[in-house]
């Protein structure tokens, strides 16, 4: 894959709350021992998501909220919102920050989007987590240190190459985003070995860049 290719997610805003209030403590059903939360916004939600999943194996930290804005980042709600937030909890504000921190590397230089046939405004999101957290493990269904294929691109790109990688590797389906979804895309998470997701990856991404080279063919 092109360098160029890569299009990372832009961080908006990170915040540590060392000492919640009792009140939001309630509201995010924390328990006794949770004190601490990290806040995160950033500019391509998919990303957000299994970044703060990553956090879940590396840190001390679980995740007690994560959600995608309406429309996506071009359309945020003001310049801090981007197009997904995240919420994580620990025991103390040294824990917390290390998830942070995990969550900004995995953010800068781990996950990130492809131009679909070097198309700046065409991207897809099409990545092997070889060994889920908790987060992924529990949105999926899984045990934790599962392998998934994480497949995401528009419309009809998606559920065209979703099609794809199912019939091409031995994987199950988790969840299917019919669209159009928050951010008005589409795609799936998969589960099998992590050989069979690498090859439902690398389905999907060689039959979305083939369709959108002939778009009107039925």
Do not use: W
């Not at 709600?77 to 909890?89: C, N, Y």
């Not at 951010?183 to 991404?205: E, H, K, P, Y």
């Amino acid at each position: 894959m092109l360098q160029d290719n890569k299009v990372f997610a832009e961080i908006c805003s990170i915040q540590l709350i060392t000492n919640a209030s009792e009140a939001l403590r309630e509201q995010y059903k924390l328990t006794d021992r949770q004190y601490s939360l990290g806040l995160i916004t950033l500019t391509l939600d998919d990303v957000g998501y299994v970044a703060i999943d990553e956090a879940t194996k590396t840190t001390d930290v679980s995740v007690i909220y994560a959600q995608s804005f309406y429309a996506g980042s071009d359309y945020a709600s003001g310049p801090l919102s981007g197009e997904f937030i995240g919420i994580i909890a620990g025991e103390t504000p040294e824990e917390v920050k290390s998830g942070l921190d995990s969550i900004q590397q995995s953010v800068q230089s781990t996950f990130f989007f492809e131009k679909i046939n070097n198309n700046d405004n065409h991207l897809i999101f099409a990545q092997t987590i070889s060994s889920c957290g908790t987060y992924l493990a529990k949105e999926n269904g899984v045990a934790p240190g599962q392998a998934l294929a994480y497949l995401i691109a528009p419309p009809i790109e998606a559920l065209v190459g979703v099609d794809a990688a199912l019939k091409a590797a031995d994987v199950e389906v988790c969840q299917l985003f019919s669209p159009p979804t928050e951010t008005n895309f589409a795609g799936a998470i998969l589960t099998g070995s992590q050989s069979s997701c690498d090859a439902a990856v690398a389905t999907f991404r060689d039959k979305v860049q083939q369709m959108t080279l002939n778009p009107l063919y039925y």
